[in-house]
């Protein structure tokens, strides 16, 4: 069975940072697109970051561009959310996801399977 387990979620004050780590349990990245979305409260989820290493292409949220990067240690099968100057704005439930892509836009996807999320709090 796919599983993907994150880690690394917390409470920061505006401005600080987290790094967020999405391991793959039971199967490899290897061919698949990743990619970190999240909601809050109320609002719908959205995608945050992704890559797809078989097209090559990265992809990122307009207002997270500079701050956010995603990553990849195909060594540990884990994918990475780092996540700098952080607003109040950004708090969210963010989990990760693994899926095919047969597509330019790395958010478009099939087959997934999804992380149990993690709660990033940004605090004014």
């Known amino acids: 069975e796919r599983q993907l387990v994150e880690s690394g979620g917390g409470l920061v004050q505006a401005g600080g940072s987290l790094r967020l780590s999405c391991a793959a349990v039971?199967?490899?990245?290897?061919?698949?697109?990743i990619g970190w979305y999240r909601q809050a409260p109320g609002k719908e989820r959205e995608g945050v970051a992704c890559?797809?290493?078989?097209?090559?292409?990265?992809e990122y949220l307009e207002s997270v561009k500079g701050r956010f990067i995603i990553s990849s240690d195909s060594a540990e099968n884990t994918v990475y959310l780092e996540m700098n100057s952080l607003k109040p704005e950004d708090t969210a439930v963010y989990s990760c996801a693994a899926y095919y892509s047969d597509s330019d836009y790395c958010f478009e996807g099939y087959n997934e399977v999804w992380g149990q999320g993690t709660q990033v709090t940004v605090s004014s």
């Open positions: 039971g199967f490899t990245f290897d061919g698949y697109a």
């Open positions: 890559f797809s290493s078989t097209h090559n292409h990265t």
